[in-house]
Protein backbone atom coordinates (compact mmCIF):
# COMPACT_ATOMS: atom_id res chain seq x y z
CA UNK A 1 0.00 0.00 0.00
CA UNK A 2 1.18 3.58 -0.87
CA UNK A 3 1.42 6.05 2.01
CA UNK A 4 0.79 9.80 2.05
CA UNK A 5 4.40 10.14 1.42
CA UNK A 6 4.13 7.93 -1.50
CA UNK A 7 1.77 9.81 -2.92
CA UNK A 8 3.28 13.56 -2.47
CA UNK A 9 6.92 11.76 -3.72
CA UNK A 10 4.75 11.20 -7.10
CA UNK A 11 2.75 14.03 -7.64
CA UNK A 12 5.80 16.52 -6.77
CA UNK A 13 8.20 14.32 -9.00
CA UNK A 14 5.68 14.68 -12.03
CA UNK A 15 5.54 18.41 -11.23
CA UNK A 16 9.93 18.83 -11.48
CA UNK A 17 9.66 16.60 -14.58
CA UNK A 18 6.94 19.19 -16.39
CA UNK A 19 8.66 22.13 -14.68
CA UNK A 20 11.67 21.12 -16.90
CA UNK A 21 9.58 21.40 -19.99
CA UNK A 22 7.97 24.65 -19.41
CA UNK A 23 11.25 26.52 -18.65
CA UNK A 24 12.81 25.39 -21.50
CA UNK A 25 9.47 25.91 -23.51
CA UNK A 26 9.46 29.53 -22.01
CA UNK A 27 13.55 29.80 -22.23
CA UNK A 28 13.33 28.84 -26.24
CA UNK A 29 15.30 25.72 -25.73
CA UNK A 30 12.93 23.15 -26.39
CA UNK A 31 14.17 22.28 -29.81
CA UNK A 32 17.52 23.00 -29.01
CA UNK A 33 17.78 20.39 -26.31
CA UNK A 34 15.26 18.00 -28.11
CA UNK A 35 15.52 14.58 -26.47
CA UNK A 36 16.23 15.96 -23.01
CA UNK A 37 12.73 17.47 -23.21
CA UNK A 38 11.48 14.76 -24.83
CA UNK A 39 12.61 12.23 -22.10
CA UNK A 40 11.24 14.44 -19.58
CA UNK A 41 7.56 15.04 -21.46
CA UNK A 42 7.81 11.26 -21.89
CA UNK A 43 8.37 11.09 -17.72
CA UNK A 44 5.18 13.01 -17.20
CA UNK A 45 3.41 11.06 -19.38
CA UNK A 46 4.65 7.89 -18.22
CA UNK A 47 3.74 8.67 -14.85
CA UNK A 48 0.27 10.03 -15.19
CA UNK A 49 -0.23 6.55 -17.10
CA UNK A 50 1.07 4.80 -14.15
CA UNK A 51 -0.63 6.15 -12.28
CA UNK A 52 -4.14 5.13 -14.08
CA UNK A 53 -3.03 1.42 -14.40
CA UNK A 54 -2.46 1.96 -10.14
CA UNK A 55 -5.69 3.18 -9.76
CA UNK A 56 -7.62 0.60 -11.87
CA UNK A 57 -5.66 -2.39 -10.73
CA UNK A 58 -3.59 -1.80 -7.43
CA UNK A 59 -0.28 -1.66 -6.51
CA UNK A 60 0.46 -5.27 -6.19
CA UNK A 61 -1.65 -6.43 -9.48
CA UNK A 62 0.41 -7.88 -11.95
CA UNK A 63 -0.63 -5.05 -14.56
CA UNK A 64 1.14 -2.56 -12.67
CA UNK A 65 3.83 -4.39 -11.99
CA UNK A 66 4.46 -5.35 -15.79
CA UNK A 67 3.59 -1.65 -16.73
CA UNK A 68 6.15 -0.32 -14.12
CA UNK A 69 9.02 -2.14 -15.56
CA UNK A 70 8.41 -1.62 -19.15
CA UNK A 71 7.85 1.78 -18.66
CA UNK A 72 11.09 2.77 -16.60
CA UNK A 73 13.00 0.43 -19.50
CA UNK A 74 11.49 2.49 -22.40
CA UNK A 75 12.44 5.54 -20.12
CA UNK A 76 15.85 4.05 -19.41
CA UNK A 77 16.67 4.21 -23.34
CA UNK A 78 15.14 7.73 -23.84
CA UNK A 79 17.43 8.92 -21.23
CA UNK A 80 20.30 7.01 -23.10
CA UNK A 81 19.25 9.14 -25.90
CA UNK A 82 19.27 12.50 -24.14
CA UNK A 83 23.01 11.28 -23.10
CA UNK A 84 23.44 10.88 -27.09
CA UNK A 85 22.37 14.41 -27.85
CA UNK A 86 24.48 15.78 -25.26
CA UNK A 87 27.35 13.86 -26.66
CA UNK A 88 26.67 15.09 -30.38
CA UNK A 89 26.20 18.61 -29.16
CA UNK A 90 29.98 18.71 -28.02
CA UNK A 91 30.96 16.70 -30.67
CA UNK A 92 29.16 18.53 -33.32
CA UNK A 93 32.27 21.69 -33.38
CA UNK A 94 34.55 19.15 -34.61
CA UNK A 95 32.45 17.27 -36.72
CA UNK A 96 32.56 14.04 -35.30
CA UNK A 97 28.42 14.06 -34.28
CA UNK A 98 27.40 11.10 -36.96
CA UNK A 99 30.19 8.77 -35.40
CA UNK A 100 28.61 9.44 -32.02
CA UNK A 101 25.08 8.82 -33.19
CA UNK A 102 26.41 4.88 -34.68
CA UNK A 103 28.26 4.66 -31.74
CA UNK A 104 25.45 4.66 -29.66
CA UNK A 105 23.34 2.58 -31.57
CA UNK A 106 25.65 -0.44 -31.53
CA UNK A 107 26.40 0.00 -27.68
CA UNK A 108 22.72 0.24 -27.11
CA UNK A 109 22.72 -2.83 -29.21
CA UNK A 110 25.71 -4.38 -27.91
CA UNK A 111 23.67 -3.27 -24.16
CA UNK A 112 20.77 -5.34 -25.48
CA UNK A 113 22.64 -8.14 -26.58
CA UNK A 114 24.61 -8.75 -23.49
CA UNK A 115 21.47 -8.77 -21.34
CA UNK A 116 19.93 -10.96 -23.42
CA UNK A 117 22.97 -13.54 -22.55
CA UNK A 118 22.69 -13.07 -18.71
CA UNK A 119 18.80 -13.82 -18.90
CA UNK A 120 18.71 -16.28 -21.41
CA UNK A 121 18.94 -19.25 -19.19
CA UNK A 122 15.62 -18.07 -17.07
CA UNK A 123 13.06 -20.14 -18.12
CA UNK A 124 9.85 -17.72 -17.55
CA UNK A 125 9.07 -14.07 -17.78
CA UNK A 126 12.43 -14.39 -20.15
CA UNK A 127 10.66 -10.61 -21.97
CA UNK A 128 10.34 -9.25 -18.37
CA UNK A 129 13.69 -10.48 -16.73
CA UNK A 130 15.20 -8.90 -20.27
CA UNK A 131 13.79 -5.72 -19.73
CA UNK A 132 14.74 -5.42 -16.27
CA UNK A 133 18.06 -6.48 -16.82
CA UNK A 134 18.52 -4.33 -19.67
CA UNK A 135 17.51 -1.28 -17.56
CA UNK A 136 20.24 -1.39 -14.90
CA UNK A 137 22.90 -2.14 -17.53
CA UNK A 138 21.43 0.94 -19.30
CA UNK A 139 22.36 2.87 -16.13
CA UNK A 140 25.56 1.73 -15.72
CA UNK A 141 26.41 2.26 -19.42
CA UNK A 142 24.92 5.89 -19.39
CA UNK A 143 27.12 6.58 -15.94
CA UNK A 144 30.73 5.72 -17.50
CA UNK A 145 29.04 7.53 -20.76
CA UNK A 146 28.52 10.54 -18.83
CA UNK A 147 32.29 10.57 -17.34
CA UNK A 148 33.67 10.22 -20.29
CA UNK A 149 31.55 12.45 -21.67
CA UNK A 150 32.59 15.20 -19.22
CA UNK A 151 36.46 13.92 -19.73
CA UNK A 152 35.49 15.19 -23.96
CA UNK A 153 33.95 18.78 -22.21
CA UNK A 154 37.29 19.24 -20.23
CA UNK A 155 39.85 18.51 -22.82
CA UNK A 156 37.78 20.60 -25.85
CA UNK A 157 37.00 22.72 -23.52
CA UNK A 158 33.91 23.65 -24.19
CA UNK A 159 32.52 26.70 -22.61
CA UNK A 160 28.80 26.38 -22.84
CA UNK A 161 27.20 26.79 -19.23
CA UNK A 162 23.87 25.10 -19.41
CA UNK A 163 25.11 22.55 -21.70
CA UNK A 164 28.19 21.89 -18.99
CA UNK A 165 25.41 22.27 -15.90
CA UNK A 166 22.91 19.55 -18.11
CA UNK A 167 25.95 16.81 -18.42
CA UNK A 168 27.03 17.32 -14.97
CA UNK A 169 23.88 17.01 -13.31
CA UNK A 170 22.89 13.53 -15.23
CA UNK A 171 26.87 12.63 -13.48
CA UNK A 172 25.07 13.09 -10.72
CA UNK A 173 21.75 11.60 -11.19
CA UNK A 174 23.53 8.66 -12.67
CA UNK A 175 26.19 7.99 -9.73
CA UNK A 176 24.00 8.38 -7.23
CA UNK A 177 21.27 5.71 -8.98
CA UNK A 178 25.01 3.40 -8.86
CA UNK A 179 25.52 4.08 -5.31
CA UNK A 180 21.64 3.33 -4.66
CA UNK A 181 21.88 -0.03 -6.19
CA UNK A 182 25.18 -1.20 -4.95
CA UNK A 183 23.77 -0.17 -1.25
CA UNK A 184 20.72 -2.21 -1.97
CA UNK A 185 22.47 -5.26 -2.86
CA UNK A 186 25.26 -4.60 0.02
CA UNK A 187 22.59 -4.27 2.96
CA UNK A 188 19.18 -5.30 1.65
CA UNK A 189 18.18 -5.08 4.91
CA UNK A 190 18.18 -1.01 5.23
CA UNK A 191 14.41 -1.12 2.94
CA UNK A 192 13.10 1.68 5.04
CA UNK A 193 16.57 4.03 4.36
CA UNK A 194 15.88 3.32 0.53
CA UNK A 195 12.33 3.74 0.42
CA UNK A 196 12.52 7.54 1.50
CA UNK A 197 16.24 7.69 -0.69
CA UNK A 198 15.55 6.89 -3.85
CA UNK A 199 12.66 8.98 -4.34
CA UNK A 200 14.79 11.82 -3.48
CA UNK A 201 17.38 11.08 -6.18
CA UNK A 202 14.93 10.95 -8.81
CA UNK A 203 14.13 14.49 -7.81
CA UNK A 204 17.60 15.86 -8.60
CA UNK A 205 17.82 15.56 -11.83
CA UNK A 206 14.31 17.78 -13.25
CA UNK A 207 15.43 20.29 -10.34
CA UNK A 208 18.87 20.91 -11.82
CA UNK A 209 17.54 20.60 -15.74
CA UNK A 210 14.70 22.76 -14.86
CA UNK A 211 17.34 25.36 -13.07
CA UNK A 212 19.61 25.09 -16.04
CA UNK A 213 16.94 26.19 -18.38
CA UNK A 214 15.76 28.81 -16.35
CA UNK A 215 18.51 30.41 -14.98
CA UNK A 216 21.00 30.07 -17.71
CA UNK A 217 20.96 32.09 -21.32
CA UNK A 218 22.16 29.65 -23.82
CA UNK A 219 25.13 32.01 -24.52
CA UNK A 220 26.60 31.64 -21.15
CA UNK A 221 30.02 30.94 -21.09
CA UNK A 222 32.60 30.08 -18.65
CA UNK A 223 36.21 28.47 -18.50
CA UNK A 224 36.00 24.42 -17.89
CA UNK A 225 39.48 25.13 -16.12
CA UNK A 226 37.76 26.66 -13.47
CA UNK A 227 35.55 23.37 -12.79
CA UNK A 228 38.50 20.84 -12.39
CA UNK A 229 38.14 19.11 -9.20
CA UNK A 230 42.26 19.77 -9.47
CA UNK A 231 43.06 23.31 -9.95
CA UNK A 232 45.01 23.77 -13.58
CA UNK B 1 32.80 -8.16 -4.13
CA UNK B 2 30.63 -6.59 -7.31
CA UNK B 3 28.58 -4.03 -5.38
CA UNK B 4 31.22 -2.92 -3.84
CA UNK B 5 33.52 -1.89 -6.67
CA UNK B 6 30.38 -0.10 -7.79
CA UNK B 7 29.80 1.63 -4.98
CA UNK B 8 33.57 2.82 -4.45
CA UNK B 9 33.19 3.61 -8.08
CA UNK B 10 30.01 5.30 -8.42
CA UNK B 11 31.42 7.62 -5.15
CA UNK B 12 34.58 8.83 -6.69
CA UNK B 13 32.61 9.79 -9.57
CA UNK B 14 29.70 10.89 -7.32
CA UNK B 15 32.38 13.23 -5.46
CA UNK B 16 33.99 14.27 -8.77
CA UNK B 17 30.87 15.26 -10.39
CA UNK B 18 29.33 17.45 -7.58
CA UNK B 19 32.42 19.28 -7.12
CA UNK B 20 32.64 20.35 -10.56
CA UNK B 21 28.66 21.02 -10.26
CA UNK B 22 29.05 23.36 -7.56
CA UNK B 23 31.93 25.05 -8.41
CA UNK B 24 29.68 25.80 -11.63
CA UNK B 25 26.88 27.28 -9.56
CA UNK B 26 30.10 29.18 -7.80
CA UNK B 27 31.97 30.49 -10.93
CA UNK B 28 29.00 32.29 -12.11
CA UNK B 29 28.36 34.23 -9.27
CA UNK B 30 32.03 35.12 -8.87
CA UNK B 31 32.46 37.75 -11.62
CA UNK B 32 29.32 39.60 -10.10
CA UNK B 33 30.47 42.06 -7.53
CA UNK B 34 28.38 42.44 -4.54
CA UNK B 35 26.19 45.39 -3.69
CA UNK B 36 27.01 48.33 -1.52
CA UNK B 37 23.81 47.38 0.85
CA UNK B 38 24.87 43.75 0.72
CA UNK B 39 28.46 44.97 2.14
CA UNK B 40 26.81 47.21 4.60
CA UNK B 41 24.28 44.14 5.87
CA UNK B 42 27.29 41.77 6.25
CA UNK B 43 29.99 43.83 6.48
CA UNK B 44 31.71 42.16 4.32
CA UNK B 45 34.34 44.40 2.31
CA UNK B 46 36.01 42.65 -0.73
CA UNK B 47 37.09 39.43 -0.26
CA UNK B 48 34.57 37.33 1.73
CA UNK B 49 36.21 35.15 3.80
CA UNK B 50 34.98 31.12 5.05
CA UNK B 51 34.27 32.67 8.14
CA UNK B 52 31.50 34.64 6.96
CA UNK B 53 29.69 32.20 5.20
CA UNK B 54 27.29 31.03 8.08
CA UNK B 55 26.39 34.56 9.05
CA UNK B 56 25.29 35.25 5.44
CA UNK B 57 23.49 32.24 5.38
CA UNK B 58 21.44 33.26 8.75
CA UNK B 59 21.02 36.15 6.62
CA UNK B 60 19.52 34.74 4.02
CA UNK B 61 16.65 32.68 5.47
CA UNK B 62 15.46 36.26 6.61
CA UNK B 63 14.62 37.07 3.21
CA UNK B 64 11.89 35.74 1.53
CA UNK B 65 13.00 32.79 -0.37
CA UNK B 66 12.86 32.53 -4.57
CA UNK B 67 12.04 29.00 -5.46
CA UNK B 68 14.65 28.22 -8.02
CA UNK B 69 17.37 29.40 -5.79
CA UNK B 70 16.38 26.93 -2.97
CA UNK B 71 18.53 23.95 -4.53
CA UNK B 72 21.67 25.94 -5.50
CA UNK B 73 21.87 26.71 -1.68
CA UNK B 74 21.42 23.76 -0.60
CA UNK B 75 24.26 22.06 -2.86
CA UNK B 76 26.70 25.01 -2.00
CA UNK B 77 26.11 24.36 1.56
CA UNK B 78 26.84 20.88 1.25
CA UNK B 79 29.79 21.81 -0.61
CA UNK B 80 30.90 23.88 2.15
CA UNK B 81 30.89 21.53 4.49
CA UNK B 82 32.76 19.06 2.45
CA UNK B 83 35.82 21.56 1.83
CA UNK B 84 35.52 21.94 5.75
CA UNK B 85 36.03 17.88 5.95
CA UNK B 86 39.09 18.07 3.61
CA UNK B 87 40.47 21.32 5.47
CA UNK B 88 40.06 19.80 9.01
CA UNK B 89 41.62 16.02 7.61
CA UNK B 90 43.82 15.84 4.41
CA UNK B 91 44.84 19.68 4.37
CA UNK B 92 46.69 18.67 7.37
CA UNK B 93 48.93 16.56 5.45
CA UNK B 94 49.15 18.45 2.49
CA UNK B 95 49.27 22.27 3.47
CA UNK B 96 48.88 23.22 -0.08
CA UNK B 97 44.79 21.82 -0.14
CA UNK B 98 43.96 23.89 3.09
CA UNK B 99 44.64 27.80 0.85
CA UNK B 100 42.84 26.11 -1.98
CA UNK B 101 40.15 25.51 0.84
CA UNK B 102 40.03 28.11 1.99
CA UNK B 103 39.95 29.96 -1.48
CA UNK B 104 36.97 27.70 -2.42
CA UNK B 105 35.33 28.52 1.40
CA UNK B 106 35.44 32.40 0.68
CA UNK B 107 33.63 31.81 -3.31
CA UNK B 108 31.06 30.02 -1.54
CA UNK B 109 30.94 32.67 1.17
CA UNK B 110 30.61 35.61 -2.21
CA UNK B 111 28.09 32.93 -3.94
CA UNK B 112 25.63 33.39 -0.97
CA UNK B 113 26.23 37.45 -0.67
CA UNK B 114 25.33 37.12 -4.17
CA UNK B 115 22.01 35.34 -3.38
CA UNK B 116 21.27 37.73 -0.52
CA UNK B 117 21.40 40.99 -2.49
CA UNK B 118 19.26 38.88 -4.91
CA UNK B 119 16.86 38.34 -2.52
CA UNK B 120 17.00 41.94 -1.27
CA UNK B 121 16.22 42.77 -4.60
CA UNK B 122 13.30 40.60 -4.91
CA UNK B 123 11.84 41.38 -1.19
CA UNK B 124 11.94 45.08 -2.56
CA UNK B 125 10.09 44.59 -5.39
CA UNK B 126 7.64 42.54 -3.37
CA UNK B 127 7.06 45.33 -1.30
CA UNK B 128 6.62 47.46 -4.08
CA UNK B 129 4.13 45.56 -5.38
CA UNK B 130 1.89 45.45 -2.05
CA UNK B 131 1.78 49.06 -1.66
CA UNK B 132 0.73 49.94 -5.46
CA UNK B 133 -1.96 47.47 -4.69
Known sequence: ?232 | MMAALILVFSILVLLQFFVSYCRSLIVASSREPLSEEVQDVTGISRNPSADDFVRVVQLLRLCPERPEERGEIKAVGAYFRILGVLRSTVARLIPSVKSWADLERGQCTHFAAVVLGRRITFSRSLLAQQMDT
Open chain 1, 1 to 232: MLGPFDYAVWFIGTLCEAAVVVCALRRKALRLYLFVNLYMAASVLLSLARFNVFESYGFSSPQYCYFYYYSDATLTILLYFALTSLFAKVFDEIGADHYVKYGAILLLLGTAIFSYGVVQQSSDKLLTKFVVEMSQNLYFVGMVLTYILWAAIMKLRETRTRLIQLVLALGIYFSLHAADYALRNLYPQMYSVYHVLTPLIGFFLPLAWAYAFWRLPEEARLATSRLAVIPR
